[in-house]
């Protein structure tokens, strides 16, 4: 039987400021016999994520970064075509962290089964996924929104902030969303939805806050940092909570941006509470988080949308494209046909 071959991207370089495509290398390779307890994973679809950034830097974080000449990995669904292991079969559709690559072996850990007929096999990797995990425990508890309260969502056009903002009208909220361009405000308000949104790119952000806001910010879900960030915190109320779930407008720079003054004044002045998180945090969670997210996808109360690139080949353009804005909803590469 001829051996399957296997496309795979690996990092060959760290990128400096914004990643370039001299940074990654695309192989092929031969997918190796598996061993007893192994799977086979025929990639489907790869998600891109902005953390992925992070990991490709060799600083101290959360997470080790991704190893010089080996394959990145990223959340991938997919589908068990051969088995080794008496969990999985042959046919299984499975979402969880495997390699930016046409096949994985995997000794099943850390896989999850899906259904495809319960909902869209691609919505396990963002509304139903990691992305929505990420917007309901950081919004819910350490946003804690109460009905009536102002909530404000920064990045909110992205996989993450359109999840958090209709969570946020779900719970009787007042919800503003900061986006790159008109289509974006467009899609938030007129069909998520959100009651207004800003363009920070035309706006006049401090002015445009103001008319939003009247009442201040109780809540802001904190996706890109820098001056959007700034701006907001001008705006934030007594005892608001700050939800900080990703940094995108730092992650390209070679210097660090100017120190967090304005930020911790403002804490200060307002009582305010602001915490960083990251999904994992609530692993022991997540299963009845997935449950209420996709009850509220079925009932229609959390609408999404998803950017797809075809090919693994255009995987590297589809990472770049997140940090020029490109995508409205989840970016997702697609591989493969089911």
């Not at 999840?163 to 009208?169: H, P, S, T």
């Not at 719970?171 to 920070?200: H, M, P, Q, S, W």
Request: glycine fraction near 10%.
């Amino acid at each position: 039987m001829t051996q399957r071959k296997n496309r795979q991207f690996l990092l060959v370089s760290r990128p400096v400021g914004m990643p370039a495509d001299e940074n990654f290398e695309l192989r092929e390779a031969a997918v190796p016999e598996l061993e007893d307890g192994q799977v086979l994973v025929r990639t489907l679809y790869l998600s891109v994520d902005p953390y992925m950034r992070g990991r490709m830097s060799d600083a101290k974080s959360y997470v080790e970064p991704f190893a010089l000449g080996e394959v990145l990995q990223g959340g991938v669904v997919g589908e068990i075509v051969e088995s080794k292991n008496e969990r999985w079969k042959a046919g299984d559709v499975v979402v969880g962290l495997l390699g930016w690559q046409e096949y994985s072996v995997s000794n099943g850990r850390g896989l999850l089964k899906i259904d495809p007929s319960v909902a869209p096999i691609t919505t396990a990797l963002h509304v139903v996924g990691m992305t929505g995990l990420t917007a309901y425990f950081g919004l819910l508890d350490i946003g804690k929104p109460q009905e009536g309260e102002t909530v404000v969502v920064s990045g909110a056009a992205g996989a993450v902030g359109t999840v958090v903002g209709q969570i946020a009208k779900i719970k009787g909220c007042r919800v503003v969303g900061i986006a790159g361009d008109d289509e974006k405000c467009a899609y938030l308000t007129e069909e998520l939805g959100f009651d207004a949104a800003i363009n920070y790119k035309t706006a006049d952000l401090n002015a445009a806050l103001k008319e939003s806001c009247p009442n201040g910010v109780d809540v802001y879900f904190d996706n890109v940092g820098g001056d959007i960030t700034e701006a907001v915190m001008r705006r934030i109320n007594f005892q608001a909570r700050i939800p900080i779930c990703g940094q995108i407008s730092q992650y390209n720079l070679e210097k660090p941006d100017l120190g967090p003054r304005i930020v911790f004044t403002q804490l200060l002045k307002s009582s305010a509470l602001a915490k960083g998180f990251i999904v994992n945090d609530y692993a022991k969670q997540h299963k009845e988080g997935m449950q209420q997210l996709a009850q509220w996808v079925m009932e229609g109360k959390i609408k999404y949308r998803e950017n797809i690139v075809d090919g693994l080949e255009n995987v590297v353009e589809a990472f770049l494209g997140l940090f020029r804005g490109d995508n409205i909803g989840k970016q997702l590469v697609k591989v493969a046909d089911l």
